[in-house]
């Protein structure tokens, strides 16, 4: 039995273009296809070799955090916190003068609701009701039992 290339078979060959078509661009149009290829292959090594680094940097960071803002995005990330969780913490830190709103993770009697609802700029019904979700999401076991630093 014999075989046969299917480069050398007569269809294909037929298929390939004459030698007066092959490279009929000028050189320097030739020269300036290289120089784009080369130069879009160079921007993807750059950009690849960005994140790799800023990926092993991100990964390979202590784990104790000095630094607070990175502290509330790791106990945001711990808690599985939305974005709009997140908003409603930082406002309520701002709102009672807190500059580190990680502690408010730390310090259940800083959700004092009364205070929210009756202060000078008093808060609406659906803002407390949504701190009040937040402040069981936080501070109330997966089981459903307040944990030792919940007061409800």
Not at 69 to 77: E, G, H, I, K, V
Not at 106 to 131: K, T, V, Y
Request: charged share 20%.
């Amino acid at each position: 039995m014999h075989f046969t290339s299917i480069y050398t078979h007569p269809w294909f060959v037929a298929q390939l273009p004459f030698p007066s078509t092959i490279n009929t661009a000028p050189e320097h149009e030739l020269n300036s296809g290289i120089l784009n290829q080369t130069v879009a292959i160079g921007a993807v090594i750059v950009v690849s070799l960005v994140f790799a680094v800023l990926y092993f940097l991100r990964r390979n960071r202590p784990v104790g955090a000095k630094n607070p803002r990175q502290l509330f995005n790791d106990l945001c990330r711990a808690h599985h916190l939305s974005g709009g969780e997140r908003t409603q913490i930082r406002n309520l830190a701002s709102r009672l003068k807190i500059l580190n709103p990680a502690i408010l993770f730390l310090d259940h009697s800083l959700w004092d609701f009364d205070q929210l609802a009756q202060g000078e700029h008093p808060l609406a019904e659906r803002d407390i009701e949504n701190l009040k979700k937040l402040n069981r999401t936080l501070f109330v076991s997966p089981k459903g039992k307040p944990t030792k630093l919940s007061l409800t």
